[in-house]
Structure formats: structure tokens, C-alpha cells
């Protein structure tokens, strides 16, 4: 009997060290992540935005009008044909800055070898009313084209992407009260598949008031341009 009740005392022991080292609950960043301009937040672990401007492209036979997040050169260009210069926006990218399991932290080693940015559309109800004015739906974004079957060059674009981590189960162990990656999924997951957040700074919480210098801005450069376009 002692050494029944010996060897329910050890099997106990073990299956809780077993349990301790596998993920019972689900990633959770430290704090939300939003993009506070757009209004848009994200319902994982990171968000990125995506702005593109229509621009003018060389191209064998001529110009092609493409979608660009970078401003492209236009000053050896024949004329009419010449780009607006840089986006009055930028792209971004925000990330937590510490995520946990079961209050334990996840090693940032998993979140740049196993997690996936994915396309989503937000809701845009939070969309604030300067914004508003300057973009409409379009897609699984935002674009400021007042036709966006026909967007003119210096038009923008606007996408969203998620951080997204697949299931964890089996994949990372409980080690020195960090949440790592086990050998075999360090050997099997590419290096830098998502990002490292140690080389990506999140981008620190702003009142929303602070961004309105720089949307009426943009919202000004938009309506001269539209003016410029209808004479």
C-alpha cells in the first residue's frame, strides 16, 4: 500500500510538470494593439498598416500608372508624367511589447519564427470625421479616389495586416519561466518568417489629438491636388 501510494504521489508530480510545460491558454499581448489614427485595432498580437500611391512607372514601352509604398523618381520623366513625391502618409507597424501564456512570457524567438501577418478588414466606425472627408471603403481598406474604379496618380490606398500565432501546442516548452520553442521547431521554422519585435520598435501610445496638425495637413494637400485635377 505505501508504495502504491508512493508511486500515485510520483506519477502526480510528473503529470504536473507535463502540464506546466504545455500552453493551456491562449497568447495575450500586454496591451491592445490600434492603430490610434485610423481608429482601427487589431485582434491579435500585432498590426501593421500598408499605404500605397498610385504613381507613374517606366516601363519598356512607355509609363505604367502602379501602386507603390515607396515614392518613385520621377524627375528624368517625359513630361506629364511626373509623380507627387512623398506619400502624405506613411506605413506603420505596431507590435506588443510583451506577450504571455498563462502569465508567463512568451520568448520573442517564436513570435519572429511562427507568426503569420494576415489581411483582414476592420470595421471603420471608428473612423474619425477628418478621415473620413479624405477616404471611403474600398476593398478590404480605405482609398481616397473620389472613383475608385478610376484612380488618378497621387490617390492612395490603405490595407491592414495582423500578427497572427498559430496554435502552440507542441511547439514551444516552459523553460526558465520563458515560454520557448522546442529544439525541433527552432530547426523546422524558418528564421525571421514574421518579424523580431527586439528590431521593430511599437510605436508608443499618442493622445488622438496629437495626430490633428498632421491630418489637417493631409486633408489640405488632398483637396488642393483634387482642385489642381477638375480645372
Not at 14 to 42: H, I, K, N
Not at 122 to 150: K, M
Not at 195 to 209: C, F, G, I, N
Amino acid at each position: 500500500m505505501r508504495q502504491a501510494a508512493w508511486l500515485a504521489a510520483l506519477l502526480a508530480i510528473a503529470g504536473s510538470t507535463f502540464a506546466q510545460d504545455e500552453p493551456a491558454g491562449a497568447p495575450q499581448p500586454d496591451r491592445t494593439v490600434r492603430d490610434l489614427e485610423f481608429g482601427v485595432v487589431a485582434r491579435h498580437v500585432g498590426l501593421e498598416r500598408r499605404v500605397e500611391m498610385l504613381q507613374w512607372q517606366a516601363v519598356p514601352n512607355g509609363y505604367a500608372k502602379v501602386w507603390s509604398v515607396q515614392p518613385i523618381d520621377s524627375s528624368g520623366f517625359a513630361y506629364g508624367h511626373e509623380n507627387p513625391g512623398a506619400l502624405p502618409l506613411r506605413s506603420r507597424r505596431w507590435l506588443a511589447q510583451t506577450i504571455s501564456i498563462d502569465d508567463e512570457p512568451l520568448d520573442a524567438e517564436v513570435v519572429a519564427r511562427l507568426g503569420e501577418w494576415r489581411d483582414f478588414r476592420p470595421g471603420f466606425s471608428g473612423l474619425p470625421g477628418n478621415l473620413a472627408a479624405t477616404f471611403q471603403p474600398e476593398g478590404d481598406g480605405l482609398g481616397s479616389a473620389e472613383n475608385p474604379l478610376d484612380p488618378q496618380i497621387g490617390d492612395l490606398r490603405i490595407r491592414w495586416r495582423e500578427l497572427v500565432l498559430p496554435p502552440l501546442q507542441g511547439r514551444i516548452t516552459l523553460q526558465g519561466g520563458r515560454w520557448r520553442l522546442l529544439a525541433e521547431q527552432r530547426a523546422a521554422a524558418p528564421d525571421g518568417k514574421a518579424v523580431d519585435p527586439a528590431h521593430v520598435p511599437s510605436e508608443p501610445h499618442r493622445a488622438p489629438w496629437l495626430f490633428g496638425g498632421a491630418m489637417v495637413v493631409l486633408i489640405a494637400a488632398f483637396a488642393a491636388r483634387r482642385r489642381r485635377r477638375n480645372r
